[in-house]
């Protein structure tokens, strides 16, 4: 079975030609209504319109402005830096390099660079 032999399983509706005459069930006003905005051509409302009752988008209150959270401080290492540092097999950790003045309280995490 390939994708171009297969075949739908129902008919697609026809689709209904308006304005055509009395007749076709679908002329004079085409499905429009009798008279006003909606019948007239090229019209249409604005988005957010609601018939003259006051829009969704004027009814709830102002929002405050979206303030972003404040940017993390990295502390900046490099692996050479810490072998002068520590010796050989030495535990390196935030108290460790605190002690030796590399990082300082406000810092948020530590980025190794090789």
Avoid at 5 to 32: D, I, Y
Avoid at 53 to 78: C, D, G, H, M, V
Wanted: without cysteine; aromatic residues 6%.
């Amino acid at each position: 079975m390939k994708l171009e032999e297969l075949q739908r399983n129902f008919k697609r509706p026809k689709r209904k030609r308006v304005g055509r005459g009395m007749r076709s069930g679908m002329g004079k006003t085409a499905g429009r209504g009798n008279n006003g905005r909606g019948q007239r051509s090229g019209s249409h409302t604005k988005p957010g319109f609601e018939g003259g009752q006051t829009p969704l988008y004027r009814r709830i209150p102002k929002q405050k402005s979206f303030q972003a959270p404040p940017r993390s401080e990295w502390a900046i290492i490099n692996v050479s830096r810490l072998n002068d540092l520590f010796p050989e097999g030495g535990v390196v950790d935030f108290a460790a390099l605190a002690a030796k003045r590399v990082i300082d309280d406000r810092t948020d995490g530590l980025r190794v660079l090789g």
